[in-house]
């Protein structure tokens, strides 16, 4: 029995209907760049482009802050690493003078 190649692939996108989809934006895109754009379109969209230019440009100031702030609040204060490494010098000459006693 043989199968009709057309009717398994009509068959294939109605399962996946995200493949028809995509090829109809696909498809709408490569047409609009085609066109060339008319005078109320640039109109239109003239501050569109830097507006969407600053905010993007605050949005990743943003997120930058944020994940500093982040990674600051993770790592010990300096005041907190000196501290550390006194008492952990501190126990290392206890250390040594213990074991010099005991020697």
Same mark, same amino acid.
């Given at each position: 029995?043989?199968?009709?190649?057309?009717?398994? !692939? &009509?068959? &294939?996108?109605?399962?996946?209907?995200?493949?028809?989809?995509?090829? /109809?934006i696909?498809?709408?895109?490569?047409?609009g760049?085609l066109?060339?754009?008319?005078q109320?379109?640039?109109?239109?969209? !003239?501050?569109? /482009? =830097? =507006?969407?230019?600053?905010?993007?440009t605050?949005?990743? =100031?943003?997120?930058? *802050?944020?994940?500093k702030?982040?990674?600051?609040?993770?790592?010990?204060?300096? =005041?907190?690493? !000196? *501290?550390?490494?006194?008492?952990?010098f501190?126990?290392?000459? *206890?250390?040594?003078?213990?074991?010099? !006693?005991?020697a």
């Open positions: 029995m043989s199968t009709n190649p057309a009717n398994e !692939q &009509s068959e &294939s996108l109605t399962e996946n209907p995200y493949v028809l989809v995509g090829g /109809g696909a498809l709408g895109v490569l047409i760049m066109i060339p754009r008319s109320k379109e640039r109109e239109l969209l !003239q501050g569109a /482009g =830097q =507006q969407i230019a600053d905010r993007v605050g949005t990743v =100031q943003a997120v930058k *802050d944020a994940g702030a982040e990674i600051e609040g993770l790592l010990p204060s300096k =005041q907190a690493a !000196q *501290d550390r490494v006194g008492a952990l501190g126990n290392l000459v *206890d250390a040594a003078k213990g074991a010099t !006693q005991k």
